[in-house]
């Protein structure tokens, strides 16, 4: 029996339940061990992080928690949860149950990739979603956006600051008659003949092959993938949803509370913004919540 079960053991979960731990809270991490990040190699714009690969930081995360006496770890899958009268039991993939007082949900998204051959297995390498945390490391090359919805004329108006910009609309995603004022203004060139392979030695990428067999050179491809929930545990607890612009995120207060009184939830999947900072803010903020709701 625990005061709190945090399930996700990505930046969120981890300062989650430090906060918790510091509070002298009996706390279990659930940790199924794959979070979004793990396809990249090194994590950037997290102070003192800056460069550290995101395993190597989630290790050293779980180091420091293991020097807490009143924090236990459970590695493996949370397949199940359900409300009980004074708290919460989780069952686990393999059948063993824990219960706790409250929960704390991290279990993060997972990224729907674009149908573009060639594209899987250079995510987080050479296709990236994010400027802030990847473009510096491909500055100045030629760079590439590969629209997948309405929000991606906003991704290609940011990408020329790092580097000459070309906007692949697949035919699917023309930009607005303002959008393609702005990207005009910013440089970028439109290319509406759909991206049906990448080419290179991955996860390196030397260029984008179009269905005409024509070839444009890109060091890096820029995408906005659709998102779905990493873990159907939120659901199991009849969490209520908010549809995003690129999937569905977990409504939460601004002290992390969920729909369900008891359940708090941080990170990826609670905020239509995704950052390792972000989460791990989000992180602490829902675990100083759960502590102060025991208290309560």
């Not at 989780?90 to 949900?105: H, K, Q, Y």
């Amino acid at each position: 029996m625990f005061d709190a079960i945090v399930i996700g053991g990505g930046f969120a979960g981890l300062s989650a339940t430090i906060y918790l731990a510091r509070a002298r809270r009996r706390v279990l991490l659930v940790d199924a061990g794959s979070p979004r990040n793990r396809f990249a190699d090194a994590s950037h714009g997290f102070l003192g992080m800056d460069g550290k690969s995101p395993m190597a930081i989630r290790s050293a995360g779980r180091a420091e928690l293991a020097a807490y006496d009143n924090v236990s770890f459970l590695d493996g899958e949370a397949a199940d949860a359900r409300e009980e009268e004074d708290g919460f039991t989780i069952t686990m993939s393999d059948g063993r149950t824990e219960w706790a007082r409250r929960l704390v949900l991290a279990t993060g998204v997972a990224d729907i990739l674009p149908a573009v051959d060639g594209l899987a297995e250079r995510w987080g390498k050479s296709v990236l979603h994010c400027p802030f945390c990847h473009g510096y490391e491909f500055r100045d090359r030629p760079l590439g956006v590969l629209a997948t919805g309405p929000a991606s004329a906003h991704q290609g108006d940011l990408i020329p600051d790092w580097g000459p910009t070309t906007y692949f609309t697949q035919r699917d995603f023309e930009p607005s008659g303002e959008e393609l004022q702005r990207l005009a203004a910013r440089g970028v060139a439109i290319e509406r003949t759909p991206v049906i392979d990448l080419v290179g030695d991955a996860p390196h990428l030397e260029a984008a092959r179009l269905a005409d067999g024509r070839t444009i050179p890109l060091a890096a491809l820029f995408t906005a993938p659709k998102l779905k929930m990493a873990s159907p545990i939120a659901e199991r607890l009849d969490c209520e949803f908010v549809e995003g612009v690129l999937g569905p995120h977990l409504l939460v207060d601004a002290m992390k509370q969920t729909s369900v009184t008891g359940v708090f939830a941080a990170g990826d999947m609670a905020m239509p913004m995704h950052s390792a900072l972000l989460a791990s803010s989000a992180g602490m903020m829902a675990g100083v919540a759960a502590y102060r709701s025991l208290i309560a």
